[in-house]
């Protein structure tokens, strides 16, 4: 039997309930997961229906469960159920931690003269019948017995014990039990719900006691009524064969969901981009990632961490294919995805007023196409309604209007989920087919600009941009692709630039290490901004810059900056889970907001005037005439200095923003020498003034890094004052300058970090205990770090190796995501992640220079 052999309305509820955050399946036992025998004793769980069920009782978030009239002593030996498989018996009274309520001496006394009474009337009137003793209840069963007989018989028990005081009666199929306590299916399968945390549950029974648990089911619970028999459950299965199947199916469903199914590797998703958002593209050229009306809103496509119910955009053949190829159109943000007689062609486009996204989807060539338009705003929480209108699809249900344009194309909305779905099919033969996707408007109407002219504009704004880069010439297409990465990353609305493109990709797959990266942290973004004028493309600093010193309105003191803010400046949300997705290949949390946003991060003030730095020795080059230092720029420096002297002999997090005590981290005091000594430079070169105490500020810090960060026992730095551990991040006690490459100490703290936290292509942060479970990838920017630390001591063939293998995890189309396994050699984390390619672009720029 097949899951076929199910109707379509039971499937369609399975796979619905499947994707649940947390499920209860619970069965009734005879009649449902065993079939109906003469003697009860001889009753045993069919095979498959009880691997099923304990298939589902051992997946993550699932629970399962048998409710039974039987007593759970003989529940428990007929059924054999691990101990994952939740036991209740005697109609829900008994739990296999005890009963819902004490039977006491009173209640004690009335079972036995309940039993007495029952014993009564198999000696004087019907020895065929036979009573079965439970803890709390007498159940009098009848069948076999001829039925005019075994009908008289119950009727004797109705009449009699059946009526006394303080008896409770559950009648079933050719039994009757009477019980001293409350019995009630529908209670027990609540308390377990309660107990478990259940989000739904579904329910298989088939006896008339099991009526109770069906009445108790709604929202997404599903109740399965096995056989004929009239019932309040909303689905039906005829038999125990039945159920086996239903359960297997829905075990293999609610596995899927939460493995993630078949997610596309991280490295193969493409970003869209233009000045003011992201999306992101699956190698099938299905939209998996939008977020509206900003990177860090709600997604309206959350696909990349739900699968088809969190919503997605779908393009591709009428006749299964697999894709040929997909490529950004060379300089710019614009990305074809090509199968043998059909290409799509994605963009962002640009000029659209605030607060608005248009995607356009152009469809060509000479197969016909099938396209799925399946939008879940707000991570799919917002109940969606589409309207179908003659130039497109109306989204309701939001505050915020969506509409899909789509001149000609007839469309079919499935209203079967639990959201609608809909989808047409096209053909391009005749001439382009042009799908305009706009959020945050409601009109259907045509566009003034004609779609060609759109797609010219958007491809004109990151070629020309592009053309003006000086990019090293080492690997100079993906250099190009990287600094393009970087610059769709900026929000050129606000001047943030973000530090991924997503939220909750894992560290680890499985894993937990899931976080939000869809925010600005002062750190990141001065380094995106730093790498950029390093390019020669110095509007994103300015931009950024712009950006701080509005942030720096809002806060009464420099030092009380926070690490990260949202793309306009505010406060982060409070971190929160969204228990309705599964997680990109079942990682989970999905989280939205950073808890990061609380933490002491010291050495954030470094990179920002690092970057004022880099932005006034390209001015000076680009415009002797002009001031290179603005008196905004110099104020800002001046506001960083101020922040470290007040707490730089403070423990903090850390740049890797480890949930854990502060310590005194070496790279933090590094950073914070970095802010002093990069002060002083300015000053020198622009005839600005420097408090002498900056001077003697900068030594103490040095000398106390110095001091306190060696460790003789790891012949290293360490990564902070307290310990042995190493850490990636330390290496920049050279990098920067504070202490110099050729001395033995750097040597060796270049040795041991390779030796324990280079793996192959990849260099690990740190391996100590940080206070979270599991593990998680090496960093590419680590990677980055011990190439230039290569480069420094002199170990140029080192250098280059290493590079050519961070060239190589890149994926098809050039990005790079936050981490890499090298077992597995897969990318981890949020992606593409800013990080990743300002070392990647450092690295070939060292590298050119030789």
Same mark, same amino acid.
């Given at each position: 039997?097949?899951?076929?052999?199910?109707?379509?309305?039971?499937?369609?509820?399975?796979?619905?309930?499947?994707?649940?955050?947390?499920?209860?399946?619970?069965?009734?036992?005879?009649?449902?997961?065993?079939?109906?025998?003469?003697?009860?004793?001889?009753?045993?769980?069919?095979?498959?229906?009880?691997?099923?069920?304990?298939?589902?009782?051992?997946?993550?978030?699932?629970?399962?469960?048998?409710?039974?009239?039987?007593?759970?002593?003989?529940?428990?030996?007929?059924?054999?159920?691990?101990?994952?498989?939740?036991?209740?018996?005697?109609?829900?009274?008994?739990?296999?931690?005890?009963?819902?309520?004490?039977?006491?001496?009173?209640?004690?006394?009335?079972?036995?003269?309940?039993?007495?009474?029952?014993?009564?009337?198999?000696?004087?009137?019907?020895?065929?019948? $036979?009573?079965?003793?439970?803890?709390?209840?007498?159940?009098?069963?009848?069948?076999?017995?001829?039925?005019?007989?075994?009908?008289?018989?119950?009727?004797?028990? $109705?009449?009699?014990?059946?009526?006394?005081?303080?008896?409770?009666?559950?009648?079933?199929?050719?039994?009757?039990?009477?019980?001293?306590?409350?019995?009630?299916?529908?209670?027990?399968?609540?308390?377990?719900?309660?107990?478990?945390?259940?989000?739904?549950?579904?329910?298989?029974?088939?006896?008339?006691?099991?009526?109770?648990?069906?009445?108790?089911?709604?929202?997404?619970?599903?109740?399965?009524?096995?056989?004929?028999?009239?019932?309040?459950?909303?689905?039906?299965?005829?038999?125990?064969?039945?159920?086996?199947?239903?359960?297997?199916?829905?075990?293999?469903?609610?596995?899927?969901?939460?493995?993630?199914?078949?997610?596309?590797?991280?490295?193969?998703?493409?970003?869209?981009?233009?000045?003011?958002?992201?999306?992101?593209?699956?190698?099938?050229?299905?939209?998996?990632?939008?977020?509206?009306?900003?990177?860090?809103?709600?997604?309206?496509?959350?696909?990349?961490?739900?699968?088809?119910?969190?919503?997605?955009?779908?393009?591709?053949?009428?006749?299964?294919?697999?894709?040929?190829?997909? $490529?950004?159109?060379?300089?710019?943000?614009?990305?074809?995805?090509?199968?043998?007689?059909?290409?799509?062609?994605?963009?962002?486009?640009?000029?659209?007023?605030?607060?608005?996204?248009?995607?356009?989807?152009?469809?060509?060539?000479?197969?016909?196409?099938?396209?799925?338009?399946?939008?879940?705003?707000?991570?799919?929480?917002?109940?969606?309604?589409?309207?179908?209108?003659?130039?497109?699809?109306?989204?309701?249900?939001?505050?915020?209007?969506?509409?899909?344009?789509?001149?000609?194309?007839?469309?079919?909305?499935?209203?079967?989920?639990?959201?609608?779905?809909?989808?047409?099919?096209?053909?391009?033969?005749?001439?382009?087919?042009?799908?305009?996707?706009?959020?945050?408007?409601?009109?259907?109407?045509?566009?003034?600009?004609?779609?060609?002219?759109?797609?010219?504009?958007?491809?004109? #704004?990151?070629?020309?941009?592009?053309?003006?880069?000086?990019?090293?010439?080492?690997?100079?297409?993906?250099?190009?692709?990287?600094?393009?990465?970087?610059?769709?990353?900026?929000?050129?609305?606000?001047?943030?630039?973000?530090?991924?493109?997503?939220?909750?990709?894992?560290?680890?797959?499985?894993?937990?290490?899931?976080?939000?990266?869809?925010?600005?942290?002062?750190?990141?973004?001065?380094?995106?901004?730093?790498?950029?004028?390093?390019?020669?493309?110095?509007?994103?600093?300015?931009?950024?810059?712009?950006?701080?010193?509005?942030?720096?309105?809002?806060?009464?003191?420099?030092?009380?900056?926070?690490?990260?803010?949202?793309?306009?400046?505010?406060?982060?949300?409070?971190?929160?889970?969204?228990?309705?997705?599964?997680?990109?290949?079942?990682?989970?949390?999905?989280?939205?907001?950073?808890?990061?946003?609380?933490?002491?991060?010291?050495?954030?003030?470094?990179?920002?005037?690092?970057?004022?730095?880099?932005?006034?020795?390209?001015?000076?080059?680009?415009?002797?005439?002009?001031?290179?230092?603005?008196?905004?720029?110099?104020?800002?420096?001046?506001?960083?200095?101020?922040?470290?002297?007040?707490?730089?002999?403070?423990? !903090?997090?850390?740049?890797?923003?480890?949930?854990?005590?502060?310590?005194?981290?070496?790279?933090?005091?590094?950073?914070?020498?970095?802010?002093?000594?990069?002060?002083?430079?300015?000053?020198?070169?622009?005839?600005?003034?420097?408090?002498?105490?900056?001077?003697?500020?900068?030594?103490?810090?040095?000398?106390?890094?110095? $001091?306190?960060?060696?460790?003789?026992?790891?012949?290293?730095?360490?990564?902070?004052?307290?310990?042995?551990?190493?850490?990636?991040?330390?290496?920049?006690?050279?990098?920067?300058?504070?202490?110099?490459?050729?001395? !033995?100490?750097?040597?060796?703290?270049?040795?041991?970090?390779?030796?324990?936290?280079?793996?192959?292509?990849?260099?690990?942060?740190?391996?100590?205990?940080?206070?979270?479970?599991?593990?998680?990838?090496?960093?590419?920017?680590?990677?980055?770090?011990?190439?230039?630390? #290569?480069?420094?001591?002199?170990?140029?063939?080192?250098?280059?190796?290493?590079?050519?293998?961070?060239?190589?995890?890149?994926?098809?189309?050039?990005?790079?995501?936050?981490?890499?396994?090298?077992?597995?050699?897969?990318?981890?984390?949020?992606?593409?992640?800013? #990080?990743?390619?300002?070392?990647?672009?450092?690295?070939?720029?060292?590298?050119?220079?030789?």
């Amino acid at each position: 039997m097949t899951a076929q052999d199910l109707s379509a309305e039971l499937r369609q509820a399975l796979l619905a309930v499947a994707r649940t955050p947390r499920l209860l399946v619970a069965c009734d036992y005879d009649g449902t997961l065993a079939p109906i025998v003469l003697r009860p004793e001889d009753a045993r769980p069919l095979p498959e229906a009880a691997r099923a069920l304990r298939s589902l009782a051992e997946l993550p978030n699932t629970t399962g469960a048998l409710i039974s009239g039987r007593a759970l002593r003989d529940l428990a030996t007929l059924s054999r159920m691990p101990a994952e498989v939740y036991l209740v018996g005697s109609h829900g009274s008994e739990f296999d931690v005890g009963f819902v309520n004490a039977i006491d001496d009173e209640s004690r006394a009335l079972l036995g003269r309940v039993a007495a009474e029952l014993e009564r009337i198999i000696r004087e009137e019907q020895p065929q019948a $036979r009573i079965e003793r439970k803890p709390a209840s007498v159940a009098f069963h009848v069948r076999g017995i001829e039925e005019q007989a075994a009908e008289a018989a119950l009727n004797l028990v $109705r009449e009699g014990a059946a009526a006394w005081d303080g008896v409770n009666v559950t009648e079933g199929k050719s039994v009757i039990e009477l019980s001293v306590i409350h019995t009630d299916k529908g209670e027990a399968l609540d308390i377990l719900r309660h107990q478990v945390g259940a989000t739904a549950a579904v329910f298989f029974g088939d006896d008339v006691t099991d009526e109770r648990a069906f009445v108790r089911l709604h929202g997404p619970d599903v109740g399965v009524k096995v056989g004929n028999a009239a019932t309040a459950a909303k689905f039906r299965v005829k038999d125990p064969a039945q159920v086996a199947t239903a359960l297997a199916f829905l075990s293999e469903e609610r596995k899927l969901w939460l493995s993630g199914g078949h997610a596309s590797p991280i490295e193969r998703l493409t970003m869209l981009a233009n000045p003011r958002t992201v999306a992101l593209l699956t190698p099938d050229a299905t939209v998996t990632w939008l977020c509206h009306p900003e990177p860090d809103s709600g997604a309206v496509f959350a696909h990349l961490l739900g699968g088809a119910e969190a919503g997605f955009f779908s393009v591709e053949p009428a006749r299964a294919a697999l894709p040929l190829s997909q $490529r950004y159109v060379d300089g710019t943000m614009t990305v074809q995805t090509r199968w043998a007689s059909l290409q799509v062609t994605d963009y962002l486009e640009h000029g659209a007023p605030q607060g608005r996204t248009d995607l356009t989807r152009v469809i060509e060539g000479a197969a016909k196409a099938v396209v799925r338009f399946a939008p879940r705003p707000d991570f799919g929480n917002a109940r969606i309604s589409l309207q179908v209108e003659e130039d497109g699809i109306r989204v309701h249900g939001t505050n915020d209007p969506f509409v899909l344009r789509s001149p000609g194309v007839v469309w079919t909305v499935d209203e079967d989920g639990p959201q609608p779905t809909a989808h047409a099919e096209v053909d391009p033969s005749s001439g382009p087919i042009v799908l305009e996707l706009r959020c945050g408007s409601d009109d259907l109407g045509p566009h003034p600009v004609p779609e060609p002219q759109r797609r010219q504009e958007a491809e004109r #704004y990151w070629r020309d941009w592009a053309e003006t880069l000086d990019l090293p010439p080492v690997k100079p297409d993906l250099m190009k692709r990287s600094a393009l990465t970087l610059r769709g990353l900026a929000h050129t609305d606000s001047g943030a630039i973000l530090a991924a493109a997503t939220t909750s990709l894992p560290e680890e797959m499985g894993g937990v290490r899931n976080w939000d990266y869809r925010y600005c942290w002062l750190r990141d973004a001065a380094m995106t901004a730093s790498a950029l004028v390093s390019l020669g493309s110095l509007g994103e600093a300015e931009g950024y810059l712009a950006w701080l010193h509005r942030v720096l309105e809002s806060v009464a003191h420099p030092e009380r900056l926070h690490p990260l803010y949202t793309i306009h400046g505010g406060a982060i949300p409070a971190e929160a889970v969204i228990d309705t997705l599964p997680g990109y290949a079942g990682s989970r949390p999905v989280r939205v907001g950073n808890a990061a946003d609380h933490q002491v991060q010291l050495d954030v003030f470094g990179p920002v005037v690092e970057l004022i730095a880099a932005l006034a020795a390209a001015r000076a080059k680009a415009n002797p005439e002009q001031e290179p230092l603005t008196a905004e720029d110099w104020e800002l420096v001046v506001a960083m200095v101020s922040a470290v002297e007040k707490r730089w002999r403070e423990p !903090d997090n850390g740049i890797w923003e480890i949930r854990g005590n502060p310590r005194h981290h070496v790279y933090s005091k590094v950073m914070c020498w970095v802010t002093v000594d990069r002060a002083i430079t300015l000053a020198e070169l622009h005839g600005r003034k420097a408090a002498r105490e900056w001077l003697l500020l900068r030594n103490l810090i040095r000398e106390e890094v110095l $001091r306190e960060g060696w460790n003789d026992t790891a012949k290293s730095y360490t990564a902070a004052y307290d310990g042995n551990d190493l850490d990636a991040a330390t290496l920049h006690i050279g990098l920067s300058g504070l202490l110099d490459p050729k001395d !033995d100490r750097f040597k060796a703290t270049v040795l041991a970090t390779e030796t324990e936290l280079r793996s192959g292509a990849t260099v690990y942060r740190y391996h100590h205990d940080d206070g979270l479970p599991g593990g998680e990838g090496g960093f590419h920017l680590c990677a980055a770090w011990l190439v230039e630390a #290569y480069l420094l001591v002199g170990r140029r063939g080192s250098a280059e190796a290493l590079f050519d293998q961070l060239v190589r995890s890149a994926g098809p189309t050039g990005l790079l995501s936050e981490e890499y396994d090298p077992v597995a050699e897969r990318a981890l984390g949020n992606h593409p992640q800013a #990080y990743s390619h300002i070392g990647l672009l450092r690295c070939a720029q060292l590298l050119s220079a030789r």
